[in-house]
């Protein structure tokens, strides 16, 4: 298994292959979707309505959004706080992250659990706990029983740089490479664990880890959705096909705080700079803009569909008091993870 | 600094008068001793210390009357008083000082307040009329006041006492210290039956309850409620025990002139003895259950007191063996009293683990008395008659003499005890009223 | 009916399961080919298959991580950590994971987590422990204790047909200590209490290993009438049974081989505090294994550990209260 660095030219150009015109616009409509929403619960946290602590993904949508487009509606994800655009792309709605944001009833988890930490049974997604990144083995032990079964089936997870530290990781590569299992691990290396800068969290690139757990590590622009969906693809299709897994680390940046209550001293300027020319959706708009599609069209769109969401999710009733009690045990049948959405046009053309 | 405190004897109380101090300034006390005497409208009772000391004030003499609250004493706790006993000023051992009480006081409490607590009201005022507030540790009345056991009961057994409307005063206890079990009251229920809802039995060591509806007038040979209920406990207790009944005769020269130089009864006395026997024969001081025997620590001694018409009542000297000859007197005589006029609390009438009957004053000789149920004996005083007596000198040589004599009767029952035991017992009692110490 | 050892009675449960539903797989360090380090799965990899009856790597975390990543797919993950102190190495997955999963999103995490557990062996602070009471303080998690070997069947199975996490304490005293009739075949225990000896006088309550020192402790004690209780299940605690007990016997007394502060006896203490009451006839007497590492050597094992005499003379304190 090599570690190499995946070429965004190689991406481009597979992914002309790949993606028709609709996916591509269906990318830039996820990430839109990803940083309106964000923009728009950010503005609620500031009015009071968001309870708590709010943190997101701003600057890194493409790396949710084109992961999560290179998944089968079978594959099982297992999604981090920054990754917002996997739920679009998997078919959650945005009425009901909104509403996950305010606490209300209607949010995915019900108002249990805050912000991003919710995944939808039903779209085949696994909500994320706070201690990282704990789900890498969750998303390790769908892909065993996958394997197990005999299912041409993928599991993905995203985890990010500071991840890498802690034991889970090392224990899921490990189990991952031994049982040759159909992984995808997303490293999302924003620069940045909370406060802390990667030369304190590790004195090698985490991707060359991959080799010598006996899996394929490659690097990506993590601002570049094509160039994440491609690696994607390529390291699904290594997977089902028995290759076992892939640690893809995608580059990106963190562009705001480690939540709403942090001011990012520590981050120099010129860096941010440096990376808001990387907009990762000024890209795909350029890119498509290029190719003639009107993209403030897409804008207008989207623009319409969050505002109708925020409209819904705040006429939406909070939990009754009463509910706070209930379910913790399941007293039926465990009902597994369903099928999700998956948008990619690929998955129409392949045979049945 | 510890201040002693006139006590609350009752919600009504509001002063009390110093009967004896069992202490001198100077004099070392253990928590809890007796420190004083009062007296009170009320109640007559030992005040206990509220904390080990040195004794280092009193402040009120024998006679005088004082509010409740106003400080009797001040005990000196703590380092001070240890250093102060350590140091070699001779706290008890100098009678001079020791023997002018109000005189030595300041001379005393000088030297203790080294100790933190002193500091504050108790310093700084004077003697009487301490803040009530600063008192630190004056116990309960309730708690050791009177010497009354506290009888507390667990949840089930109040439940089962509700749901049944049982008097739980009425209930024998064979847990550990008398204490009332769930079998106790539940077997207590078997045993009334369904009446006990109608009509409660009088408390089952005494057959006494106050009649509010008075003897009826138009009796024409009908017995009253409570003749009628004494009647029934007597007849339960010949049922229930193994009744036996052993006699020895005492001579009493060394209790009449004991006696008279105190100006009471042979009673007292005859207690007193009774006690220091039961001590060395707990197998006396015990109640018998149904197959439950058990052995008391504490003497509660039952007194039987004749209400003339009205029958008799067993009020209880609770924890008897704490008293001296003297106390027991004043309590017997405290009790007669109240229970006369009618003033006895149902904590005096219960709890008793052996009782005396003295109907000696009318000259009758010797009797068989019936067992106060659930206990295992019950002492019989009579008259003391001077009689005609074969006496043996140091030397072995017989004489004829005069001496005041008595026979004491001990009935006692025949499932908890052999005639031995009893026999044992009256010769420990005898020996007592005689001058010795003990069998 | 057969006569089977506790040890057996687990290994035919979960032999059944294997056989009944191909959801159901075994995994753990050393389970497969070694057939675990009691010998549980002994005989099963030929069975099974090395899949099904899976070697894992040394690593506790991703063995309950993964468990609930293939229960959320569907599969029937049965855990097994080799000595129940190393769940501390996958106590986040359990606790944080596998427990809040159902309560935050409705997703059901059918995994059982064997645990061979307890003392009495010089296994020393490492292989002694009663970690049971670190996961009734973890909502979303099941707890079950058995002390028979019918029960070591009956409550595996229904610890494993269960869609919620399940500790499975077995403890390993009783492995090859314990016999009993077992009936053949798949049959599930209710996760509830079982009155071991019925009483009136006062009522022992213990789980596990426990039950039987209480057994022995109260056989034909002072011709008292004492019930034992063997709750079986910690979580779901089984309330009406405890307090239908305290009801008729009014004295009770706690046994857990535990550490003392905050273990399962402390929660039943606390509970017949709370609504019994007006049922008891004298103080909550509990019996624990005071609060320090289980150690090694026998006669300090012992010490520590709850034995007959110390139960019996609990219990024979309270009868006189």
Redesign the interface.
Known sequence: MATDTFDPASADAAGEGQLTLEDRVELLRAMLLMRGLEERAMSLYRQGKVPGSFYDGFGQEAVSAGAAFAMAAED?LCILHRDLAAHLVRGVAPARILSQYLGRAAG??RG??GNV?????ELGC??M???LP?????????????K?RGEARC?LTWFGDGSTSR??FH??L??AG?QRLPVVFVLENNQYAYSTPLDKQFAVDPVERAAVYGGAGVKVDGNDAEAMFEAVRVARALAVGGGGFTLIEAETMRMHGHAAHDDMKYVPKEQLEQWRARDPIDRQEARLDALGVDVESVRGAVAAEIEAATEEALAGPMPDPASALQ???????????GDGRAPWSGWQRRPA | MVDVTMPQMGVSVAEGTIVAWHVEPGDRIAADATICEISTDKIDTEVPAPASGVVAEIAVAVGETVEVGVVLARIAVGDGADARGGNGSAPAAGPPAASAPAASAPGVSAPGVSAPAAAGPAAAGPAPAGPPGEVPAAPPPAAGGNGRARRRYSPVVQRIAAEHDIDLTQVPGTGRDGRVRKPDVLAFIERAGSGVLEDPPLHIESPYRPDPTAAPSDAGGTLSRTRRQIGEHMKRSLETAATCTTWIEADMSHVEAARASLRLTALPFVARATIAALREHPALNATLEGERYTRHADINLGIAVSLGDDGLIVPVIHRAHELSVEGLSARIRDLARRARARELTPDEVRGGTFTITNPGQYGSIMATPIINQPQVGILDLEAVVKRAVVITDAAGNDAIAVRPMTILGLSWDHRALDGVQSAQFLAGIKCHLEGGTGA | MAILTYLQAISSALRDELRADERVLVMGEDVGTFGGAFKVTDGFVEEFGSERVMDTPLAESAIIGTAVGAAVVGMRPVCEMQFSDFISCGFDQLVNVAGKMYYRQGLAVPITVRLPSGGGFSGGPFHSQNPEAWFMHSPGIKVVAPSTAEDAKGLLHAAIRDPNPVCYMEHKHLYRRIKGEVPDGVFETPFTARIARPGSDLVVIAYGAMVHIALEATEALDGAAIEVLDLRSLVPLDEAAILDSVARCSKVVIVDEANSTCAAGAQVAALIAQHAFEDLDGPVVRVASPDVPIPFSPPLEQAVLPGVDRVREACRELLAY
């Not at chain 1, 930490?117 to 049974?121: S, W, Y």
């Not at chain 1, 379910?327 to 993870?337: N, S, Y």
């Open positions: 099982r995915v988890t249990r659990d930490h919710f995944g939808d049974r696994v909500g706990v706070s201690m704990d789900m890498i083995l969750v998303a390790t032990g769908m892909a065993m029983a996958f197990l599991a034991g889970d224990e899921a490990n189990w031994v379910g913790v045990f399941c007293d039926g049948v465990a009902e597994p993870l």
